[in-house]
């Protein structure tokens, strides 16, 4: 196959689209990203890339408490609009209907309409030209009852949103089954 080089890209598919929350200024926000990922296993941590710019950026720091809310395909307008807007401007709880709950670090808000709420820490801070990329502890995962199969969190039940980085910037949802991890490929061995 013939290939054609494009520079560099930050080609990667696909990304998660999450609500990181966070108390700035005494009140709760959300806002947008979808440079986010896992850090580490155990424990649990994740990463989450965020431009100094933002308002929310006012309230990270390390040590300090913050949530990841990861929404459903069905909330793409909200999330939409969590992106476009600031919350330096606009109340976009109450724009978008969101009803917020505290967990067991009372202090990162979490959204209840999320199907998944990730209670987090900020452990690390590495500054990158655009992005701070913060490395968080996650301390609380609460899941909506209606996504649990036999107790566990059941990923095709969150039905979550999936974003497609430039240039196709679309949100989508996951697709079918493949197969199974870490047994497809034992008949390479
Ligand atoms: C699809 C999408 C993805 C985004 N991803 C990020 C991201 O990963 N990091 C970031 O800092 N901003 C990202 N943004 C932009 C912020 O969400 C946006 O600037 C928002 O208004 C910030 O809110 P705030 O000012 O209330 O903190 C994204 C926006 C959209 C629409």
């Known amino acids: 196959m013939k290939k054609v080089t494009q520079g560099p890209q930050t080609s990667f598919y696909p990304l998660p689209t999450l609500l990181i929350g966070a108390m700035v200024d ?3 926000n959300f806002m947008t990203a979808v440079y986010g ?3 580490n296993g155990k424990p649990p941590m994740l990463s989450v890339g965020i431009v100094r710019s933002r308002y929310t950026w006012g309230a990270i720091k390390v040590g300090a408490t913050f949530s990841v809310n990861i929404p459903s395909a069905a909330q793409a307008r909200e999330v939409d609009f969590c992106g476009l807007e600031s919350g330096s ?3 976009k709880i109450g724009r978008c209907g969101f009803k917020v709950f505290y967990g067991d670090l009372k202090t990162a808000p979490l959204i ?3 199907p998944v709420n990730l209670e987090c820490v900020a452990a690390h801070i ?3 030209e655009m992005h701070s990329l913060v490395v968080a502890d996650i301390k609380q995962t609460h899941v909506s009852e209606d996504c649990l ?4 969190l059941d990923p095709m039940k969150v039905d979550p949103l999936v974003f497609l980085t430039a240039p196709a910037r679309k949100y989508v949802r996951i697709g079918e089954v493949v197969g199974d991890a870490f047994k ?3 008949d390479l061995k």
């Open 26 to 28: 005494g009140k709760p």
């Open 37 to 39: 990922g896992l850090a």
């Open 89 to 91: 401007r606009v109340d």
């Open 112 to 114: 209840e309409q999320c």
């Open 126 to 128: 590495i500054d990158l």
């Open 149 to 152: 199969t036999d107790g566990a």
């Open 184 to 186: 497809m490929g034992l």
